[in-house]
Antibody, heavy 116, light 111 residues
Framework: QVHLQQWGAGLLKPSETLSLTCGVS????????WNWIRQPPGKGLEWIGE???????TYNSSLESRVLMSVDASRNQFSLRLSSVTAADTAIYYC??????????WGQGTQVTVSS | QSMLTQPPSMSGAPGQRVTISCTGS?????????IHWYQQLPGAAPKLLIY???YRPSGVPDRFSGSKSGTSASLAITGLQAEDEADYYC???????????FGGGTKLTVL
């Protein structure tokens, strides 16, 4: 049974860096692609980026200048860093596993609030 | 503006059939690109409902079905139940972006 458990700071001040980690248990870590997706309050889902099993990283162009995603295969974990946050980055952040071209397993979500 | 367009809201009475559309355009979502659907219950993470246009993961009731024609896809829910009240999102992987896009979501209300 695949399980994604995520953690990280939930309250940030403007200009700080968001940092979240997602731990994966069950299934194969190295043969899948790992994604971050966010959902602003009352709004829809926005894809942030992906670490592919082939070692490539791709980002949503709207966030690319501030995003850094990484993978620690030895720990079955992957991470998201988003720099220079503003109130517009307030959202629930989800980690998710991409299998083929869909997301078959999701983390529980982390509420991140940016406020001075 | 999302590359995939969904109606913001829909409603239906218990027992009825509802269909939620998801429309792309030939300039972004190709006819060969698959559409996947997710259900998000209030306060919960999204859950995979339909993948590769028509396939249901294990445990998803057969009241839920998907279809696709060209650059448009649909999610049909038959025998609507109160527990189906949720937000529904379509998603596709766009090769030209090397990433995924989501529809804006449809809020389904069971009357």
């Amino acid at each position: 049974q695949v399980h994604l458990q995520q953690w990280g700071a939930g309250l940030l001040k403007p200009s700080e860096t968001l940092s979240l980690t997602c731990g994966v248990s069950g299934g194969s870590f190295t043969t899948h692609s790992w994604n971050w997706i966010r959902q602003p309050p009352g709004k829809g889902l926005e894809w942030i980026g992906e670490n592919t099993h082939g070692g490539r990283t791709t980002y949503n162009s709207s966030l690319e200048s501030r995003v850094l995603m990484s993978v620690d295969a030895s720990r079955n974990q992957f991470s998201l860093r988003l720099s220079s946050v503003t109130a517009a980055d307030t959202a629930i952040y989800y980690c998710a596993r991409r299998f083929q071209y869909h997301f078959d397993h999701w983390g529980q979500g982390t509420q991140v609030t940016v406020s001075s | 503006q999302s590359m995939l367009t969904q109606p913001p809201s829909m409603s239906g009475a218990p027992g009825q059939r509802v269909t939620i559309s998801c429309t792309g355009s030939s300039s972004n979502i190709g006819a060969a690109d698959d559409i996947h659907w997710y259900q998000q219950l209030p306060g919960a993470a999204p859950k995979l409902l339909i993948y590769r246009n028509t396939y249901r993961p294990s445990g998803v009731p057969d009241r839920f079905s998907g279809s696709k024609s060209g650059t448009s896809a649909s999610l049909a829910i038959t025998g609507l139940q109160a527990e189906d009240e949720a937000d529904y999102y379509c998603q596709s992987y766009v090769s030209s972006l090397s990433g995924s896009v989501f529809g804006g979501g449809t809020k389904l209300t069971v009357l």
